[in-house]
């Protein structure tokens, strides 16, 4: 297993997550909160309406860029690229070099992004190729390909 964080550069970096403990002294949480992580310490606490400060804990972690982690872990083409990082979707997928591998699919969450950024992402994934789908929260990108294959299916009744 690689515990690797994904960034634009290899390093070492905080990231901030609530501690374990924090149910005990605050029991309404939300079932999700320990599943709750980021690079941006402010990102964790505008996710609760409790004061949840004391209960940050930051750890240093590596990181690397997204293409690097599959080639270290001999992954060479995924088939479907999920990005869904709480604000660092569009950091994520500018580390991937499409150059090298072009998955069918990209689902990338956009909701935490600014206008300027979600622009940018449409226009990486664009550029990559994809035909992009907004879905509210989230980009979907299909290759040509993909997308065809979509269509007939969907015209055949659903049979592939």
């Known amino acids: 297993i690689d515990q690797t964080a994904i960034g634009s550069v290899q390093e070492r970096r905080p990231f901030y997550y609530l501690a374990k403990e924090t149910k005990d002294a605050i029991p309404d949480l939300p079932t999700w909160y320990d599943q709750l992580g980021s690079f ?7 996710h609760f309406e409790y004061d949840v400060e004391q209960f940050i804990v930051e750890e240093m972690i590596e990181v ?19 990005i869904d ?5 569009l950091e994520v997928l500018g580390t991937f070099d499409f150059s090298n591998s072009l998955p069918d699919v990209v689902l990338a969450e956009h909701k935490h992004l600014n206008a300027t950024d979600l622009s940018f992402m449409i226009k990486i994934l664009r550029k990559n190729g994809y035909i992009v789908l907004n879905t509210g929260g989230d980009l979907l990108g299909l290759t040509r390909k993909t997308n065809k294959a979509l269509k007939k299916s969907s015209d055949d009744g659903g049979s592939a």
Do not use: C, M, Q, W
């Open 64 to 82: 690397a860029p997204l293409s690097y982690i599959l080639v270290k872990n001999n992954f060479r083409k995924p088939t479907f690229l999920h």
């Open 85 to 89: 990082t709480e604000g660092f979707d």
């Open 40 to 46: 941006d310490r402010a990102h964790i606490l505008k």
